[in-house]
C-alpha cells in the first residue's frame, strides 16, 4: 500500500486516468478522496495488476491496465512511489489523478548516460532530453503535439521508465499554460496596480471617475462597430434557422477584432448582448456566444447585425455570473437567458418604457430624453482609457480599456447605457467618496484570476469576488477590456 510522500521525494507530474473494472466493485470512490494503491504481483490476469483502494481500504477498481504496465515495474524496484486522488466526474466513468514521485533509487532515471548500453537505453536518452527541454518551453501545443508524436514509442519494446516519461508530457504541457497563466496574471495585477483614478465628475445621482493608464499601447485590433461598417466584418444568424445563444463573426480584414463583453447587436432575428469579451483573429470566422435581450421577436428584420448599446451593469452583472460558471465547467459561455430576459423586462418596468418585442434597444431609444439629461452635463477629460461609475451612492461598475482612443470610441456606446442604469434610479442621490472607487479597483486586481481556456485570441481573465462579476482579457503585455460589475443587492 502507499505510504505518505517523505519529503525528500520528488514529484514527477500528474496523469488523469479513469478506474478500470469499478463496475465489478461493490465500493466506490468518493470526489476528493485520496486513494490508495496496492499491487497484486498474483493477479492471475495480469501480473502488473495495481488495486485501487478508497479511505475505508476498500477496493474500488484498478489502475488500467496500459498505466500498470511501466508503473508496476518502477513501484515494485522503488524507483517511483505514486499516490491518487479521485476526481468529480458527470458520467460512469470514475476519473483520477495519478501523482507521480521519484525516489532515490529511481535518481538515474532523469539522468543523461552519455553512452547509452543499448538501443532502449539509447531511446529512453532521447525521450529523456526531450521531456527535460520541454520544462522551458512556453508553447503549450508544441508540447503536446511532440508528446502525442512521441506517444507512438509505445508500440516498441521501451524501458518501464520511458513510458512512464512517455505518459508524463500532457502533464507538461499543462505545466506550460499553468506557467504562462501565473506570469499573465501576475503582470494583470501589476498593470492594473498602475491605472490611475482622477478627479470624480458627478452629475445629480452619477459619478464618474475617470480612469488614466501610464503607457497606452496603440492597438492591434479594431473595433467590431467599425469593422462592420467598413465591411471588414459581419455579425450573422448560425444558419437560417437561427441559434438564441450563438452568433457567426466573420472578419474579412487583415486585423483582429475586439468585441467586448456586454456590447449589444441589433437586427436579424432578435437582438443579443456579447457575453465575453474577445479578440476574434484575422481572415477567420467565430462563433460568439450572445444572450438575447429582445424576447417576443423571432423574425428576421436584417440579414446581418450592427454593434449598438451597451447592456446596463445590472443586467451584465446577473449574466456575468451564470456566464463564468458555464465557463468555468468547461462551456462556451452561455449564460441564463431566462434570467436576462427577466432582468430586461424589471429594468423597462423601473422605466416605464415599453417595446412590444421586449427590445433593450428600443428601450433605450425611447429612454432618450432621460439619458440626454445626464449626457448634456457630464463630459469626460480627453486622455483617459476608462471609467469607474457610481449610481446612487454606489459603484456599479467599470469598463477599461487598452487605450485611450480606444476608449473615446466607445464612450458613447457605453455613456448611454450609463445614463439609463442612472435614469433608472434618478431619485436616489448620494455622494461617492474618492476611496470607496480606489478599494473597487483595489477589489477587482486582487479577485483577478486567469480562466480554464480562452474564446478567440489572447488570455480570458475573470473576477472570484462573489459581490462583483467580470472579466479581462490580455494582449500582448496589455488588457484589451477590463470591465466589472457589482451584483445588485436583490439579485437572486
Not at 42 to 65: C, Q, T
Not at 190 to 200: D, G, Q, V
Not at 241 to 264: A, F, H, K, Y
Request: with cysteine; hydrophobic share 40%; aromatic share 6%.
Amino acid at each position: 500500500m502507499t505510504k505518505p510522500m517523505p519529503l525528500e521525494e520528488e514529484w514527477l507530474g500528474d496523469i488523469r486516468t479513469v478506474i478500470a473494472g469499478s463496475q465489478f466493485c461493490d465500493a466506490d470512490a468518493e470526489p476528493g478522496d485520496n486513494l490508495s494503491l496496492e499491487r497484486e504481483p498474483d493477479n492471475p490476469h495480469d501480473s502488473h495488476a495495481i488495486r485501487i483502494e478508497n479511505e475505508d481500504f476498500e477496493k474500488v477498481g484498478y489502475v488500467p491496465r496500459k498505466i500498470a504496465s511501466w508503473l508496476a515495474p518502477v513501484m515494485d524496484v522503488g524507483q517511483v512511489l505514486a499516490d491518487v486522488d479521485a476526481e468529480a466526474h458527470d458520467d460512469d466513468q470514475s476519473p483520477v489523478r495519478l501523482k507521480l514521485f521519484l525516489c532515490h533509487k529511481g535518481a538515474d532515471i532523469l539522468d543523461l548516460v552519455s553512452d547509452p548500453i543499448d538501443e532502449r537505453h539509447a531511446i529512453h536518452r532521447t525521450v529523456l532530453e526531450t521531456f527535460i527541454a520541454s520544462e522551458d518551453w512556453t508553447r503549450q501545443d508544441v508540447v503536446a503535439g511532440v508528446g502525442s508524436r512521441l506517444a507512438a514509442l509505445f508500440k516498441r519494446d521501451l524501458l518501464p521508465e520511458t513510458k512512464m516519461l512517455l505518459a508524463l508530457f500532457p502533464h507538461r504541457a499543462e505545466a506550460v499554460v499553468k506557467k504562462q497563466c501565473e506570469a499573465t496574471l501576475n503582470a494583470a495585477r501589476l498593470f492594473i496596480s498602475s491605472l490611475e483614478i482622477r478627479t470624480a465628475i458627478r452629475h445629480k445621482n452619477l459619478t464618474l471617475f475617470p480612469i488614466y493608464s501610464p503607457n497606452g499601447h496603440t492597438p492591434s485590433y479594431d473595433l467590431l462597430k467599425e469593422a462592420i461598417e467598413a465591411s471588414q466584418a459581419e455579425v450573422t444568424e448560425m444558419s437560417e434557422d437561427g441559434v438564441v445563444s450563438e452568433l457567426q463573426i466573420i472578419n474579412r480584414g487583415t486585423r483582429r477584432i475586439l468585441i467586448p463583453e456586454g456590447i449589444m447587436l441589433t437586427g436579424a432575428k432578435q437582438d443579443r448582448i456579447v457575453n465575453v469579451t474577445v479578440l476574434v483573429a484575422a481572415a477567420s470566422t467565430f462563433t460568439l456566444p450572445v444572450s438575447c435581450v429582445e424576447e417576443g421577436r423571432w423574425s428576421s428584420v436584417s440579414h446581418g447585425f450592427k454593434a449598438t448599446h451597451y447592456a446596463p451593469h445590472s443586467l451584465r452583472a446577473n449574466n456575468n455570473a451564470s456566464v463564468r460558471e458555464d465557463r468555468e465547467s468547461g462551456g462556451r459561455g452561455h449564460g441564463d437567458q431566462n434570467q436576462v430576459w427577466n432582468d430586461v423586462a424589471r429594468t423597462m418596468s423601473d422605466m416605464h418604457v415599453e417595446s412590444e418585442t421586449q427590445s433593450l434597444p428600443e428601450s433605450y431609444e425611447k429612454a432618450s430624453d432621460l439619458m440626454a439629461a445626464y449626457g448634456n452635463s457630464i463630459s469626460l477629460p480627453e486622455g483617459c482609457s476608462g471609467v469607474l461609475v457610481g449610481i446612487a451612492g454606489r459603484i456599479c461598475g467599470m469598463d477599461y480599456f487598452g487605450h485611450a482612443d480606444t476608449f473615446a470610441r466607445m464612450w458613447p456606446g457605453l455613456s448611454d447605457a450609463y445614463f439609463f442604469e442612472a435614469a433608472r434610479h434618478a431619485t436616489d442621490e448620494a455622494v461617492i467618496p474618492d476611496r470607496q472607487a480606489s478599494d473597487y479597483l483595489a477589489t477587482v486586481r486582487e479577485t483577478l484570476n486567469t480562466s480554464r481556456s480562452t474564446l478567440g485570441e489572447g488570455t480570458e481573465l475573470y473576477l472570484s469576488d462573489p459581490r462583483i462579476t467580470g472579466s479581462a482579457l490580455w494582449d500582448t503585455d496589455r488588457l484589451c477590456h477590463l470591465t466589472a460589475s457589482t451584483v445588485p443587492e436583490d439579485a437572486p
